[in-house]
Each structure stands twice: as structure tokens, then as C-alpha cells.
């Protein structure tokens, strides 16, 4: 049975596992990076081991470093998280073959899945529906100028090894195409250490929906249920809610099937999520899956009063599903990632301390942070600060809980993508259901215009922005740019 995990991780999922653990009466080592020394997952967690380093390569990806710190405190397993190394088949192997417990799914099954060109042969051999496509890049260019001709423009080239929405190239139409593969190469080579894209029909303003599935040792299989992360930038997820309103029960019940043949058919035995695209006409089409914890994951534990992290060391540790448990949906959650970007200028990363923070409360509000007060935000690693989750008995509530939430959730020292966020749960499109995934590139003009209503969110965002001015410019009221306006604030 495990008894002391160490977190292969950082920042706000660490956080999120030692919460688990703690309640599990498991023990946890936190690893840290030189500049993390003092952040908040290392003073929550029961050991802390510093792995030196400050870029993710030198710390968090150094799969040597961590196995033997694992070793040498005692510790009998490893979570990874998210990101990072949670997604290598090779550091999974290394884990087991050094006598460990990765909590996580077989090694095998995850290197299957890894590959997004490998599970698209998969989930055609197992009839589950995919975006038309072509292999991968074996063939030449005229085999990508045929399929485009046959399929229409625009088309995607996406990179087999890609996450995180890197790797990804629209073409809209031939003579962007040689180009356009060659960019993918590069990028994916430099981002994921490999040069395989392939071509994918793009699917215009499609939803994207997941289910959360589970496995365990036994051949048992889970669902659920449904998250919709249609809200997204950069091919990223911002806003997320549970369930989707896209969906009715019929079209959830053969999603969810296939989310299960899709996972089943690669012997897979954790939790994981299996993406989708819905396009208008219904139609789905499987994206990937991610054979790990998600960074959206509180959503399905409020709406389903289920702990995804439990679930997860239980199946580790060679407990049963319980098959005959019925799990329902109830209300309505939403998720805001809170970003160290700035939403107003084109999330653009931000960086410096959180000088000042004050976190939401309240019934249905969930704060899942890796900050607090004095936390250095570096360029070193993904800019996710916190999440904030809302949960009532509707939409709605839901919607004006996480609105009321975002204005009370205060966070100075860096820019953020709250102002940003509450502008898009005011829209008209959220509030209709009416969400793509390409809609914040579409409406983004219209969802930065200034209005009198946000002017406290701008006069934080302006604020934040006044630590960062005072280091690098004498006069710090110049580093506030477009942000003048403010000086009448008030008035
Ligand atoms: P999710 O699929 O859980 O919603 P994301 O796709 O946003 O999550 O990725 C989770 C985190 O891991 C993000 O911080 C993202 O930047 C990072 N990430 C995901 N996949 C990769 C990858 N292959 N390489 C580097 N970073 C990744
Ligand atoms: P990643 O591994 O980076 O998460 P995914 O394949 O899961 O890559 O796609 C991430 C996002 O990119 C999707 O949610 C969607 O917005 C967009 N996307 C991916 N494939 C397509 C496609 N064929 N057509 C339209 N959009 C796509
Ligand atoms: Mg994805």
C-alpha cells in the first residue's frame, strides 16, 4: 500500500495532491527547483527535497534526479501531475523498473496513447470516429496537397508528439501548405524533440468536449461524464464548465461509450481523459487522450462528489472500481485557470511577486492555488497561478457565483487573466451556451473594449502592473502605458 508519495511537481497540482494525501493519512515529499524554494507546495508538503536547477530541463523534467530523490527519502511511489513528466512513457518505465509505484497508467498503454498519429490508427481499428486525416509525415507533400484538395480547406497540421496546444499550424490554403509543415517540424522538434506532424481536416467553430474515464488493474471501466473546454486561447483552455450544454442524453451516452472503447482498446488502467471535437452537426470526432490527472479535473469532482486524486492512488494500489457504484451529474460547475497573463494584451506573460492576495470564499467556491502573499511568479514555468471553481444547482448561478468570485479573488503584483475572464462569463455567447473553440480569437476586440464596469478590474490590473513599472522604469507612473485612464478613476 502507498504510504509516502513524492509529487513530481510544482505550483498549484502539487498543492492539489498533498491536500488528497493528507486526508488519505499518506505522507509527501515535495521536489523543488532552486528558485521554488520558498513556494507554497514545499511548505504544505510533509518532506521537501531540493533537485536544484531553475529551467524546467534542469529541475522538474530531470528524471534521474527525481527517481533517486524518491529513493533517498523513503518515498514508495511517484504522482507526476500534470505537464512535466506525467505523459512520458519513459519515466513511467523507470519509475516501476526502480521498484517504484508510478500513479498513473501502465507504460505501455500511455506510450500507445502518447502519440497522437499512433491512437488515431487505435480508435480507427476500434471505430471510434476521428477527424479525417492522413497518417503522419512519411508521405510527400503532394500526399498533404491531395488530402487538402479532397477534404477543403482550411486544414491543420498538427504535431504527433504535441500538448499543451503547441505544434499546431492552419492552413487555409495551398500555397501555404509546404511552409506551414515545415513550421511544425521546427517547432515540434524544438517544443517535443520530434519532427512527425501529420494533416487533420479543421474543424470550423467546434466545441470541444472530454469525459473523464477511469480504469483499474481488473479491465473494469468508468465514465464520468462530460466537461466542455470550448473556451479556449492559443489552443489552450481558459474557462471550463461541467456538463456541457451541447449535449443531450443521447449523444452523451455515445460519446461517453466511446471515451471507454477508446481507453479500453489501449489496456489502460488510471484515470484519463479522452478529448473530443463536436462539430455544428453533432458530429464527434476523438482529438487524444491524456493519460493523466487534468488540470480541469475539479469540475467532474464537484459535479460528481467524486476525488479524482483518491481514485487515482487507489487504482495504484490495486483496489477494484467499484462497478456497481451509479454515478450521477448533479449541478453545475465552472472553472477560470487564473493566468499570470494579461488578458487585455494578448496574454501576454507576466512575471514579478504577488504582493497582495486575496482569495474568494463562499458556499460552492473553490480555490485551488499554488500562491499566496510573497510568491515569486517566474518565466521558467507554465503561468497557471490558481484555479477557481464555482459550483450552484444551474448554470446560472453557477455563472454570476464565479463572476462575483473573479472580482473578489485580488491578486497584485502581476497581471492576470481575471478582467479578461469575467468580460467573457458576461458575454452574451457564454451566457447562451454559445461557445467555440475559436471564439475568443474571433470576438477578442469585443471582449477588451473598456467599459465603465470593469474599471476595477482595470484599476487592479493597472495596479499590478506598477510593481513591475517601478523596477524598470524611474518614474513609475510611466510604466503604466494604456493604463492612464485610471488616473480619474474614482472621480
Ligand atoms: P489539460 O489537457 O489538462 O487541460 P493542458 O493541455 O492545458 O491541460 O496542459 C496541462 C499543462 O501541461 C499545461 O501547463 C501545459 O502547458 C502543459 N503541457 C501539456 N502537455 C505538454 C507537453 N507535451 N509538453 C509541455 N507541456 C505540456
Ligand atoms: P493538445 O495536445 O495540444 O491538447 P489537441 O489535439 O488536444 O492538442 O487539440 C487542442 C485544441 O486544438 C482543440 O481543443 C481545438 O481547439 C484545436 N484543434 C485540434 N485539432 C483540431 C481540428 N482538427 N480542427 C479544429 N480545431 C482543432
Ligand atoms: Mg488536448
Not at 176 to 197: N, P
Not at 306 to 327: C, F, R, W
Not at 415 to 444: A, H, V
Request: glycine letters at 8%; charged letters at 25%; one cysteine or more.
Amino acid at each position: 500500500m502507498i504510504k509516502r508519495i513524492l509529487i513530481a511537481n510544482r505550483s498549484e497540482i502539487a498543492c492539489r495532491i498533498i491536500k488528497t494525501c493528507k486526508k488519505m493519512g499518506i505522507e509527501t515529499v515535495a521536489v523543488y527547483s532552486d528558485i521554488d524554494s520558498e513556494s507554497l507546495h514545499t511548505k504544505l508538503a510533509d518532506y521537501k527535497y531540493c533537485i536544484g536547477g531553475t529551467s524546467a530541463k534542469e529541475s522538474y523534467l530531470n528524471m534521474d534526479l527525481i527517481i533517486e530523490a524518491a529513493q533517498e527519502c523513503g518515498a514508495d511511489s511517484i504522482h507526476p501531475g500534470y505537464g512535466f513528466l506525467s505523459e512520458n512513457p519513459e519515466f513511467n518505465k523507470k519509475v516501476i523498473e526502480s521498484g517504484l509505484t508510478f500513479i498513473g497508467p501502465n507504460f505501455e498503454s500511455m506510450a500507445l496513447l502518447g502519440s497522437k498519429t499512433a491512437s488515431r490508427e487505435l480508435m480507427i481499428k476500434n471505430n471510434v470516429p476521428v477527424v479525417p486525416g492522413l497518417k503522419s509525415n512519411s508521405g510527400a507533400l503532394e500526399d498533404y496537397i491531395n488530402f487538402a484538395n479532397s477534404a477543403g480547406y482550411p486544414v491543420l497540421i498538427k504535431a504527433a508528439a504535441g500538448g499543451g496546444g503547441k505544434g499546431m499550424r492552419i492552413v487555409r490554403q495551398e500555397g501555404e501548405l509546404e511552409e506551414s509543415i515545415a513550421t511544425a517540424k521546427r517547432e515540434s522538434m524544438s517544443a517535443f524533440g520530434s519532427e512527425e506532424v501529420f494533416i487533420e481536416k479543421y474543424i470550423e467553430e467546434p466545441r470541444h468536449i472530454e469525459f473523464q474515464v477511469a480504469g483499474d488493474k481488473f479491465g473494469n471501466y468508468i465514465h464520468l461524464f462530460e466537461r466542455e473546454c470550448s473556451l479556449q486561447r492559443r489552443h489552450q483552455k481558459i474557462i471550463e464548465e461541467s456538463p456541457s450544454t451541447a449535449l443531450d442524453d443521447e449523444l452523451r451516452e455515445r460519446m461517453a461509450n466511446a471515451a471507454i472503447n477508446a481507453v479500453q482498446s489501449a489496456g489502460y488502467d488510471n484515470i484519463g481523459t479522452v478529448e473530443f471535437l463536436l462539430d455544428k452537426n453533432n458530429n464527434f470526432y476523438f482529438l487524444e487522450v491524456n493519460a493523466r490527472i487534468q488540470v480541469e479535473h475539479p469540475i467532474t469532482e464537484e459535479v460528481t462528489n467524486t476525488d479524482l486524486v483518491e481514485m487515482q492512488i487507489n487504482i495504484s494500489n490495486g483496489l477494484k472500481l467499484d462497478t456497481a457504484k451509479i454515478y450521477t451529474q448533479n449541478g453545475w460547475a465552472i472553472e477560470c485557470r487564473i493566468y499570470a497573463e494579461d488578458g487585455f494584451n494578448n496574454f501576454l506573460p507576466s512575471s514579478g511577486k504577488i504582493l497582495y492576495l486575496q482569495t474568494p470564499e463562499g458556499d460552492g467556491i473553490r480555490y485551488d492555488s499554488g500562491i499566496e502573499t510573497g510568491s515569486n511568479i517566474s518565466v521558467f514555468y507554465d503561468p497557471i497561478l490558481a484555479k477557481l471553481i464555482a459550483y450552484a444547482n444551474t448554470r446560472e448561478d453557477a455563472r454570476l457565483k464565479i463572476i462575483d468570485a473573479l472580482k473578489n479573488n485580488v491578486i497584485l503584483g502581476v497581471r492576470t487573466s481575471i478582467p479578461f475572464m469575467i468580460k467573457l462569463l458576461e458575454s452574451d455567447e457564454f451566457i447562451k451556451g454559445n461557445t467555440y473553440t475559436n471564439l475568443i480569437e474571433q470576438k477578442y476586440n469585443e471582449f477588451t473594449k473598456y467599459d465603465d464596469e470593469s474599471t476595477l478590474h482595470y484599476a487592479i490590473a493597472a495596479a499590478s502592473n506598477i510593481n513591475r513599472s517601478a523596477d524598470s522604469y524611474t518614474e513609475p507612473w510611466l510604466g503604466l502605458g494604456k493604463w492612464e485612464i485610471l488616473s480619474n478613476f474614482g472621480e
